[in-house]
């Protein structure tokens, strides 16, 4: 005969949120789409901030989207996905900077920028 055991189960869904929080995120990511939108097509921005005001709703878009999708936070049960996208995030920084880094070492030093076409062509 099993026994029953009378002790509370652990919450294993504690570190995802309810429907709710999904909705407030989708309306949010609605919201600033919209507002990306909004500001190019209807000239309130001037064209010289448009980039700018395109990547501060980018930014703010992906905050929300890794706080309300992703679950990212300070939560003891979310620590250690938020420490794991951090250090990928700072991996794909050192790949990204360290090959441009190469490429334009190499583009600086292998590159002759002085050398005219006939000086190229001259067997010397």
Do not use: C
């Not at 990306?36 to 001037?46: K, R, T």
């Not at 901030?49 to 992703?70: H, K, P």
């Not at 620590?79 to 920084?93: C, H, P, Q, S």
């Amino acid at each position: 005969m099993s026994r029953i055991s009378a002790k509370p189960r652990p919450n294993h869904d504690s570190g995802h949120s309810s429907v709710r929080s999904y909705v407030i995120g989708f309306v949010l990511s609605l919201v600033l789409t919209a507002m990306s939108f909004a500001s190019v097509m209807s000239g309130m921005v001037p064209a010289a901030m448009i980039l700018g005001t395109i990547t501060f709703f980018a930014v703010i878009q992906l905050l929300v989207q890794l706080v309300f999708f992703l679950h990212l936070g300070t939560a003891p049960e979310q620590r250690n996905n938020t420490v794991i996208f951090v250090l990928t995030i700072l991996l794909i920084a050192t790949i990204v900077a360290g090959s441009l880094w190469v490429m334009h070492n190499a583009n600086v030093n292998m590159m002759p920028t002085d050398m005219s076409i006939e000086r190229a062509r001259a067997k010397d």
